[in-house]
């Protein structure tokens, strides 16, 4: 058995204190989503600088061999545990008496899985590597593949803290996780590419194995301290577990699916016009440095997607008004992001990654600025979806979003095979595809939700969250202008925010019943 001090349980509880004393309503969307976004940031801050620091290190042809890694890696980690946190956090929320029998039946579950997943991997690094064209990244699927099963233990805790309503494991063993990947990857893949390029590539990914050790021990230690020891048995079934987890985990599997496909088709595409070289530093740049920062606005809206699913699974009302309420908050973080991603993309790029995107005698700036600018509309897409599809699995209408990801999907891959060999569209197809893909599925999502919900989402907010995008949009573009002094833009973009909430303060976004929700506790 695991021992905890007083001294470790008093240092556990710190994050938690605080998160019940913020002053929002207790067990409402904003605090669990604030505690989300919280973990979210700071796990994406150490995030960016250990993808900047190692796009520094590895140069743009390193960057894409580690890339070329994630697509199949990433597809076998959302086969055992995509969903896996939703999924287990709706059934404890449906079987609280007894979430300690029903949590280790999705343990089993999500082990066999894991297992299973792992030994395809090691069997099929090979083969992998074959196929995308550079045999040397076979070992790095090999040093990844046990990871899967800490993954997946791991997100059956968390998914086990988030049905409970508590939801700072999950943010803390996030912050951890990436800190640890952040300070052991660096190093290794710094000391490792002296000797060479591959061996920096694979000092990354060993670090990518141990921060994943080290966040499932966090997880374990904090559900040693947290976990209520008295549950009742549960009646239910490893089939009734398999049908909660199985729609989400379906749901969750396709866009990283679709991710494997790209980093197969994609470079294939690209090879018609350009070199192999040039064909993985293009792909590189898109789904390594652009998606990066595209991700981070998503932050919020997985935070809030997170919440709102036991939410809407348990037996509690206003379901209608803590579903319009979180695309309101999603739409408020999103939109201005957009905008801020469309008036300066190349001083993003520049601030972020300087001269480490430009090799091959291309240059990356250029190339990596225009790729977010196509991509911007793209993360309010994305982000609304992500509220739609939570909505929907937890009303039990999975399947519904599969089929309208599939269906987006399917065109998803048709505008790249049609468009992507015309050598003046090459890459940016890319993010154009991506971005047709979440519109598609967003709309189809919408037309689905209605019948379940009543949206309280009108013109006039829309219209007010546009204007005040608008602005901050103009604000930036105007400052940019006078100088490009690296302080003087962050300045310019810390300026806009302000500007931003401004507005959002001038145009009362929120209704009185809205205040009321976020009121301080007394």
């Not at 008496?97 to 999500?110: E, G, H, P, Q, R």
């Not at 606005?297 to 709102?308: E, L, N, Q, R």
């Given at each position: 058995?695991?021992?905890?001090?007083?001294?470790?349980?008093?240092?556990?509880?710190?994050?938690e204190h605080f998160s019940k004393n913020i002053g929002v309503k207790k067990n409402g969307i904003l605090?669990?989503?604030?505690?989300?976004?919280?973990?979210?940031?700071?796990?994406?801050?150490?995030?960016?600088?250990?993808?900047?620091?190692?796009?520094?290190?590895?140069?743009?042809?390193?960057?894409?061999?580690?890339?070329?890694?994630?697509?199949?890696?990433?597809?076998?980690?959302?086969?055992?545990?995509?969903?896996?946190?939703?999924?287990?956090?709706?059934?404890?929320?449906?079987?609280?008496?007894?979430?300690?029998?029903?949590?280790?039946?999705?343990?089993?579950?999500?082990?066999?899985?894991?297992?299973?997943?792992?030994?395809?991997?090691?069997?099929?690094?090979?083969?992998?590597?074959?196929?995308?064209?550079?045999?040397?990244?076979?070992?790095?699927?090999?040093?990844?593949?046990?990871?899967?099963?800490?993954?997946?233990?791991?997100?059956?805790?968390?998914?086990?803290?988030?049905?409970?309503?508590?939801?700072?494991?999950?943010?803390?063993?996030?912050?951890?996780?990436?800190?640890?990947?952040?300070?052991?990857?660096?190093?290794?893949?710094?000391?490792?590419?002296?000797?060479?390029?591959?061996?920096?590539?694979?000092?990354?990914?060993?670090?990518?194995?141990?921060?994943?050790?080290?966040?499932?021990?966090?997880?374990?230690?904090?559900?040693?301290?947290?976990?209520?020891?008295?549950?009742?048995?549960?009646?239910?079934?490893?089939?009734?577990?398999?049908?909660?987890?199985?729609?989400?985990?379906?749901?969750?599997?396709?866009?990283?699916?679709?991710?494997?496909?790209?980093?197969?088709?994609?470079?294939?595409?690209?090879?018609?016009?350009?070199?192999?070289g040039v064909s993985v530093f293009l792909y590189g740049l898109e789904s390594g440095a652009v998606s990066?920062?595209?991700?981070?606005?998503?932050?919020?809206?997985?935070?809030?997607?997170?919440?709102?699913?036991?939410?809407?699974?348990?037996?509690?009302?206003?379901?209608?008004?803590?579903?319009?309420?979180?695309?309101?908050?999603?739409?408020?973080?999103?939109?201005?992001?957009?905008?801020?991603?469309?008036?300066?993309?190349?001083?993003?790029?520049?601030?972020?990654?300087?001269?480490?995107?430009?090799?091959?005698?291309?240059?990356?700036?250029?190339?990596?600025?225009?790729?977010?600018?196509?991509?911007?509309?793209?993360?309010?897409?994305?982000?609304?979806?992500?509220?739609?599809?939570?909505?929907?699995?937890?009303?039990?209408?999975?399947?519904?979003?599969?089929?309208?990801?599939?269906?987006?999907?399917?065109?998803?891959?048709?505008?790249?095979?049609?468009?992507?060999?015309?050598?003046?569209?090459?890459?940016?197809?890319?993010?154009?595809?991506?971005?047709?893909?979440?519109?598609?599925?967003?709309?189809?999502?919408?037309?689905?939700?209605?019948?379940?919900?009543?949206?309280?989402?009108?013109?006039?907010?829309?219209?007010?969250?546009?204007?005040?995008?608008?602005?901050?949009?103009?604000?930036?573009?105007?400052?940019?202008?006078?100088?490009?002094?690296?302080?003087?833009?962050?300045?310019?973009?810390?300026?806009?925010?302000?500007?931003?909430?401004?507005?959002?303060?001038?145009?009362?976004?929120?209704?009185?019943?809205?205040?009321?929700?976020?009121?301080?506790?007394?």
């Open positions: 058995m695991l021992k905890i001090s007083n001294k470790n349980k008093h240092f556990l509880n710190i994050f605090n669990g989503a604030l505690i989300l976004t919280v973990g979210g940031i700071l796990a994406k801050l150490f995030s960016a600088v250990y993808r900047i620091a190692l796009t520094r290190i590895l140069g743009g042809v390193g960057i894409g061999l580690y890339q070329l890694v994630f697509p199949f890696y990433s597809l076998c980690v959302v086969l055992a545990t995509a969903g896996i946190p939703m999924a287990v956090s709706k059934i404890i929320a449906k079987h609280k008496n007894s979430d300690i029998a029903v949590l280790k039946k999705c343990f089993k579950y999500t082990l066999l899985v894991s297992f299973f997943l792992t030994f395809i991997l090691l069997i099929s690094s090979k083969l992998l590597a074959n196929l995308q064209s550079k045999t040397e990244i076979a070992v790095c699927y090999i040093i990844l593949a046990p990871s899967i099963v800490l993954v997946g233990v791991a997100s059956v805790l968390r998914g086990y803290f988030q049905g409970k309503q508590n939801f700072v494991p999950s943010s803390v063993s996030n912050i951890v996780e990436q800190l640890i990947k952040m300070i052991f990857g660096l190093i290794l893949s710094l000391l490792l590419i002296q000797k060479s390029l591959l061996l920096g590539v694979v000092g990354a990914v060993v670090g990518i194995v141990i921060s994943e050790f080290v966040s499932l021990g966090v997880l374990m230690v904090y559900f040693k301290v947290k976990h209520n020891r008295n549950s009742n048995s549960t009646t239910l079934t490893y089939k009734d577990i398999g049908k909660e987890i199985i729609p989400i985990t379906l749901t969750n599997i396709i866009l990283p699916l679709a991710g494997f496909v790209d980093s197969v088709l994609v470079v294939n595409l690209l090879n018609i016009n350009f070199s192999s990066s920062i595209v991700g981070l606005p998503t932050i919020f809206s997985y935070a809030i997607a997170s919440v709102i699913m036991p939410n809407l699974a348990g037996n509690g009302g206003s379901k209608s008004f803590k579903l319009s309420l979180a695309m309101k908050i999603v739409l408020i973080i999103c939109v201005p992001c957009c905008a801020v991603f469309i008036a300066s993309p190349k001083n993003i790029i520049n601030l972020l990654y300087a001269n480490s995107v430009n090799d091959l005698s291309l240059n990356g700036i250029n190339i990596a600025g225009r790729l977010l600018a196509f991509s911007a509309l793209g993360v309010v897409f994305l982000s609304v979806n992500q509220i739609l599809s939570s909505a929907l699995q937890a009303i039990d209408k999975s399947h519904i979003t599969i089929r309208n990801l599939i269906v987006a999907v399917v065109v998803k891959f048709l505008i790249e095979i049609i468009f992507m060999p015309f050598k003046m569209l090459n890459i940016y197809v890319l993010a154009i595809s991506n971005t047709a893909c979440y519109l598609i599925v967003m709309l189809l999502n919408v037309l689905e939700i209605k019948f379940s919900f009543r949206l309280n989402i009108n013109v006039t907010f829309v219209i007010k969250i546009i204007c005040s995008s608008v602005i901050t949009m103009l604000v930036i573009l105007m400052l940019i202008k006078l100088s490009n002094n690296v302080i003087f833009i962050l300045f310019s973009f810390v300026l806009s925010v302000l500007v931003y909430f401004l507005c959002l303060r001038v145009f009362k976004i929120f209704n009185k019943q809205e205040f009321a929700y976020f009121k301080y506790k007394r």
